[in-house]
């Protein structure tokens, strides 16, 4: 059975700094990998979709990397700001599988 | 318009009500979830439906039943529920059914609070 975790469970940054999240996943048989952030009491946003046979994904500020082999992702936002301070996710899906979410990371980017 | 809406956005209800979570996609897609979101919990994957079709039942309680009647709608109808069922609800669609290479995309959920 697929178990999904994420470290730190909480981040507090200053303003401006890059920092990295974790994501760890016990089957390295994934079919793919999706990051998601989530503002509080509202749902959840997709930031970036890893394929297994890729190993980075980049959107503007954030990227993405995976390593299947050593069953880890970890999520890079540069230049950290206020309107990043959010809850981050990530979810993996096994072939035939649905997604299996992470418990998340709490950000909090301190003006 | 957004994507995914979820209504009503929150619901408080006694144990004997019977209620229903509305869900709309407006994105072509032809899945449909339903996720439950509890504090301190991952994401907990409830139903699946692909192309009308439930295709996935993880395990839920009989008093939460489901309805896709068709591929832009999706209900969760409640009954008799659990103060342990006060949770955030959450919806979820994306194209060529379950566990495909596309993402998935969530509403803003339904706060459901149980007295």
């Known amino acids: 059975k697929q178990e999904v975790t994420q470290i730190p469970a909480a981040l507090s940054v200053p303003e401006g700094e890059n920092l990295v999240l974790n994501c760890s996943f016990t089957?390295?048989?994934?079919?793919?990998l999706q990051w998601f952030r989530q503002d509080p009491g509202k749902g959840l946003t997709s930031l970036l979709l890893i394929q297994s046979s890729q190993r980075e994904q980049t959107s503007g500020r954030l990227n993405a990397s995976l390593d299947k082999s050593s069953g880890r992702s970890t999520l890079y936002i540069a230049a950290s700001q206020p309107g990043d301070s959010a809850t981050y996710l990530c979810?993996?899906?096994?072939?035939?599988?649905?997604?299996?979410f992470g418990p998340g990371t709490r950000l909090s980017v301190l003006p | 318009e957004t994507g995914v809406t979820q209504t009503p956005r929150h619901l408080v209800m006694g144990m004997t009500n019977k209620k229903s979570l509305k869900c709309e996609q407006h994105l072509g897609h032809n899945a449909m979830y339903w996720y439950k979101q509890s504090a301190k919990k991952p994401l907990e994957l409830m139903f699946v439906?692909?192309?009308?079709?439930?295709?996935e039942n993880n395990s839920v309680p009989s008093r939460f039943s489901p309805e896709c009647p068709n591929s832009s709608h999706l209900f969760l109808h409640l009954h008799t529920l659990q103060p342990e069922d006060s949770a955030l609800y959450l919806c979820a669609s994306s194209q060529a059914g379950g566990n495909s290479n596309q993402p998935q995309h969530f509403g803003d959920g339904t706060r459901l609070s149980i007295l």
């Open positions: 089957d390295s048989a994934i079919y793919n």
């Open positions: 439906y692909n192309f009308k079709e439930q295709t």
């Open positions: 979810a993996v899906t096994n072939y035939g599988q649905n997604f299996v």
